[in-house]
């Protein structure tokens, strides 16, 4: 019986859900999550699992957290809700965009808030496409991101997103985006070529791109610190110093997307800190407020922030915002989520508990014959099943093996994410390091289940 209880019989009645195969969703029905606490989370049978994915990467001070659940009450009750056009503005997003702006690198003196992370890189793209007309370069419009990056899926961030099946069936991309080599040293470095020889060859194919459309076409690289969403990705040594030093040759603007690895995710407080990278536009979501409320922020550096204010008069406003943009709610429970990443040192448990969940993610499963590659920094992580382990050879289908661990995660009472046969860790940054052995105990023994049988080569 695949629809046992009667919401999981109204969930297959009344919604289409977000990447789910709809046929599958009508034969197998929802997992209806119900209520959450701690790293954990209960559906409404009352079965509890490990969530290994902090939700979707989002959820850094964990489930149930009261003060979260307080603040967003306090400011429901004075001010539930304010825009913020023409000159308007409301407290809470003050003392966040100031909060932000100290704690984020040098240059970023101005923040925008959407309600996504789409948002937010749509955000971007047009910020960026304002400054270069502010400035006269009408024709630098073009962005380049990576293949295999998730920049969200909206028509212009899904246009920036390097994954063949969201631009499938869309006919994305729409803006002018070129996608450059993935920076996975395991599956795209040549045999014998070591990181930092990797690393240059990436960072000339890149100005190679430059030179091909012209400098003047070119308006900014855009990329995630660590490869998130896309397969958990770290780039390889140099990269970032390498790429960097292309962008500013010329004048190609750079945009970073810290939505997965922004607030402590690696261990440190931003990805840019982790790869030394300065950015001239940062993109922030998911862990800002834990999720308990969509909130997402565009940072922009000083000079970008000139270039469009004193070009407002010749050019006018800025014709861009959100009706729920700067919401006072939002912004009240990311101050006090980021007060509690704070006071109860997150970032340095995402440090020391990471170190901890690399090492035992290593020692458990990087010699299987159906394991490729172990990677991560910090509190994420993922491992790669291969069919030929020498070889590096995927499996035929791409994801059939990835499914079935998954779906015996999800029996075991642990969920993580299949991306293919990437399997990814992503736990909330309260995670101790008992509770990573006790995911990893669940995760081991689904991962047993679902390649028992199967012949490595
Ligand atoms: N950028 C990255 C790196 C992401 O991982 C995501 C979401 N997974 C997005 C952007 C888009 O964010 P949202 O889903 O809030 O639109």
């Known amino acids: 019986n695949a629809l046992p209880n009667s919401m999981q019989a109204r969930d297959v009645e009344y919604l289409?859900?977000?990447?789910?195969?709809?046929?599958?969703?009508?034969?197998?029905?929802?997992?209806?999550?119900?209520?959450?606490?701690?790293?954990?989370?209960?559906?409404?049978?009352?079965?509890?699992?490990?969530e290994g994915m902090a939700g979707l990467w989002s959820v850094a001070v964990g489930f149930g957290e009261k003060r979260l659940a307080d603040a967003a009450y306090r400011q429901l009750q004075k001010l539930p809700y304010y825009h913020s056009f023409s000159h308007k503005s409301n407290e809470p997003a003050i003392l966040l965009a100031e909060?932000?702006?100290g704690m984020t690198p040098e240059r970023l003196r101005k923040v925008f808030f959407t309600n996504s992370g789409s948002e937010a890189n749509d955000t971007a793209i047009k910020l960026v496409w304002y400054f270069n007309n502010a400035r006269g370069h009408h024709a630098k419009k073009t962005f380049i991101a990576r293949q295999g990056a998730y920049h969200g899926i909206t028509i212009a961030s899904g246009s920036l997103?390097?994954?063949?099946?969201?631009?499938?069936?869309?006919?994305?991309?729409?803006?002018p985006v070129k996608h450059v080599t993935c920076p996975h040293h395991y599956r795209y470095a040549d045999p014998g070529e070591s990181e930092e020889a990797f690393s240059t060859r990436l960072a000339d194919e890149l100005e190679a791109t430059i030179l091909e459309a012209g400098p003047e076409t070119i308006a900014a690289f855009i990329g995630e610190p660590l490869m998130g969403a896309g397969g958990v990705m770290p780039p390889p040594e140099g990269y970032w110093q390498k790429?960097?030093?292309?962008?500013?040759?010329?004048?190609?603007?750079?945009?970073?997307?810290?939505?997965?690895?922004?607030?402590?995710?690696?261990?440190?407080?931003?990805?840019?800190?982790?790869?030394?990278?300065?950015?001239?536009?940062?993109?922030?979501?998911?862990?800002?407020?834990?999720?308990?409320?969509?909130?997402a922020a565009v940072l922009i550096s000083d000079e970008i922030y000139q270039g469009i204010a004193d070009n407002s008069a010749k050019i006018g406003t800025l014709g861009h915002g959100f009706t729920a943009g700067a919401h006072p709610v939002a912004c009240a429970v990311a101050n006090e989520n980021l007060d509690i990443i704070e006071e109860r040192g997150l970032v340095e448990n995402a440090r020391v508990v990471g170190e901890h969940l690399q090492r035992e993610l290593r020692r458990r499963f990087a010699d299987h014959p159906l394991v490729g590659e172990v990677r991560g920094v910090g509190l994420i992580a993922a491992i790669e099943l291969v069919a030929d382990k020498a070889a590096k050879r995927r499996f035929d289908p791409v994801g059939k093996l990835g499914l079935a661990v998954f779906d015996a995660a999800h029996e075991q009472g642990v969920?993580?994410?299949?991306?293919?046969?990437?399997?990814a860790f992503c736990p909330p940054l309260i995670i101790t390091e008992k509770e990573v052995d006790e995911m990893l105990d669940r995760f081991a023994r689904a991962f047993d289940q679902a390649t028992a049988g199967l012949n490595p080569a």
């Open 16 to 50: 289409l859900h977000a990447v789910t195969n709809a046929r599958r969703h009508e034969e197998r029905g929802p997992i209806v999550i119900e209520r959450g606490q701690g790293i954990r989370v209960f559906d409404d049978e009352g079965r509890e699992y490990i």
């Open 99 to 101: 909060r932000l702006v």
């Open 161 to 175: 997103t390097g994954l063949p099946t969201n631009h499938r069936d869309f006919d994305l991309p729409i803006i």
């Open 243 to 295: 790429i960097q030093a292309v962008c500013h040759k010329y004048d190609v603007l750079l945009v970073i997307d810290e939505v997965i690895n922004g607030f402590g995710r690696l261990g440190t407080p931003f990805g840019c800190n982790y790869y030394g990278i300065d950015p001239d536009v940062l993109v922030l979501s998911k862990q800002i407020t834990s999720s308990y409320q969509p909130l």
């Open 415 to 423: 969920i993580i994410r299949a991306i293919g046969d990437q399997i």
